[in-house]
């Protein structure tokens, strides 16, 4: 981050670019580096909508700007007694060249609920260049040391898989230590893996797009794998925050989104043969982990799918959505069936057998709907559309 100069003896604070690449103003917003890597380029919010222009422009200035005060600063800005004084003399922060005046902020009416904005701000998200503001907007709250509720993230996912914004989502994850975007519930890491899964779908498995779907289903896995510190679902899961029966990165239905690629490469693309070895390998790993009687409904303590910080997502409204997250699994269960050698490809197929069982126990809408259409060309469910929850994810 840029770096701080306080000028001593003065109500001045001057600070190197720390939120703008050419100014947060719509001309001006946030200077953001896009990787911890000296070597990437800045990235600069892109604002394509007054209402999102509005909501953004609102947190920096309420929220991310005050939070660059020294706490001495702090503490005159928001103490009454300081009110005339400031009047007078407002302390004032220069941001790049982008000055800030502060006079006395009452705590209970001028400061603006974190969470209220946040959610507005998402809901204002529409495309792929609103998208790229999630990691900027995440970084400034931590600085401002705002904590971001875990609910948001889904919602977050949706509206990124909606604009085929999923790369930046990943982004935002592999870059933890500045945005906190944890990836520690199943909700948000599966959701993401079926968009991901979805955009090559609906590409008809074009071979580059499915290729690129399996590069970014591996990162998602790798992020959650090497970066344990910060998203530390292993170790939450040891300590009993979780009722999940192991961490994500070891989870089946996480590993079965980069065994669904796989096998659609090996059937679609390389003559149905495992030319890298992948598909048997991604097979072994989940039949391994994914126990031979049970669907995707019991692969976690029965508790687990009535919290709805584990899996309840699952079975909400009648399982609603199960079938879009469980209909991509189904498909590539069978079709890593049609690669693998016999002993591999009978563990696979009765796998299959139960959770394909457990689909058509459930009452599928819309997306589920879509989805399993377009994986197996046969109809399943409703495919009315159904209004979303507002507090579903």
């Known amino acids: 981050m840029g770096s701080r100069n306080m000028l001593l003896g003065s109500s001045r604070t001057t600070f190197d670019a720390i939120s703008r690449p050419t100014g947060l103003q719509f001309s001006r917003c946030f200077s953001w580096t896009a990787s911890l890597d000296a070597k990437h380029r800045p990235i600069k919010f892109h604002y394509t909508n007054p209402e999102l222009h509005e909501t953004l422009k609102k947190i920096r200035e309420k929220i991310i700007i005050p939070s660059y005060l020294s706490e001495d600063q702090k503490k005159k800005v928001y103490d009454y007694r300081y009110q005339k004084e400031l009047e007078i003399d ?41 998208l790229s503001n999630v990691a900027p907007l995440l970084e400034g ?29 990943v982004d935002a994850a592999g870059w933890v230590e500045r945005t906190n975007f944890r990836l520690i519930h199943s909700e948000t890491v599966n959701m993401l893996l079926c968009y991901i899964q979805e ?4 590409s008809e498995w074009d071979k580059e797009e499915t290729l690129k779907a399996l590069k970014q289903a591996n990162k998602v896995i790798e992020v959650m794998e090497e970066r344990k510190e910060n998203h530390p679902d292993g170790m939450s899961w040891n300590e009993g925050m979780t009722l999940r029966k192991r961490p994500l990165y070891r989870d089946p239905q996480v590993l079965a989104a980069r065994l669904h690629l796989a096998a659609v490469l090996a059937v679609k693309h390389y003559d149905g043969k495992d030319v890298d070895g992948l598909v048997t390998k991604y097979a072994q790993e989940v039949v391994a982990l994914w126990p031979e009687k049970v ?9 687990a799918y009535q919290t709805k910080q584990d899996m309840a997502y699952l079975v909400r409204r009648e399982g609603l959505k199960f079938a879009w997250y469980a209909a991509p699994i189904l498909h590539g269960f069978k079709l890593a069936a049609l690669v693998v050698e016999p002993e591999l490809k009978q563990a696979l197929l009765k796998r299959a057998e139960r959770l394909e069982a457990e689909i058509k126990q459930t009452k599928p809408r819309f997306e589920s709907v879509e989805v399993y259409q377009k994986l197996f060309d046969a109809n399943i469910g409703d495919p009315e559309p159904v209004k979303e929850e507002e507090d579903s994810n």
């Open 295 to 303: 669907g995707l409904l019991g692969l976690h303590p029965e508790r």
């Open 90 to 130: 407002p302390i004032v922060v220069d941001v790049d060249g982008e000055e800030f005046k502060f006079g006395y902020i009452n705590p209970r009416q001028d400061v603006p609920n974190t969470k209220k904005l946040v959610q507005q701000a998402v809901d204002h998200m529409t495309t792929k260049s609103d």
């Open 199 to 202: 955009k090559a779908l609906n």
């Open 141 to 169: 709250l931590k600085q401002a040391k705002r904590s971001v509720e875990w609910t948001i993230l889904p919602k977050i996912v949706r509206r990124a898989g909606l604009a085929d914004a999923t790369s930046k989502i």
